[in-house]
């Protein structure tokens, strides 16, 4: 039986991984911190949601003086500009 075909995708190409480093006291060292996370209520999702609540305020306090900056720099220049026209 003879099969032509005309859309040949090729199968991903597997690697084997060999780790060349292992260093016993740093795996015993990140289980430990690990733990200790654990025990103390840790959470990895808190810290990111707390890192888009601080952007978000960062963000508004420089919108807002930035709008005051605007008036502040407007009212100097009317009040210029009145006084030359006078």
Known sequence: MLRIKFVHTPKPKQFKYN????????????????????????????SIRGAFTNRSLARRKAQRSSNIRLLIILAVLLIIGWWLLQ
Do not use: H
């Open 19 to 46: 780790p060349r480093y292992y260093d016993p006291e740093k795996e015993e060292f990140e289980k430990r911190k690990a733990e200790l996370r654990k025990q103390k209520g840790y959470d990895t999702g808190s």
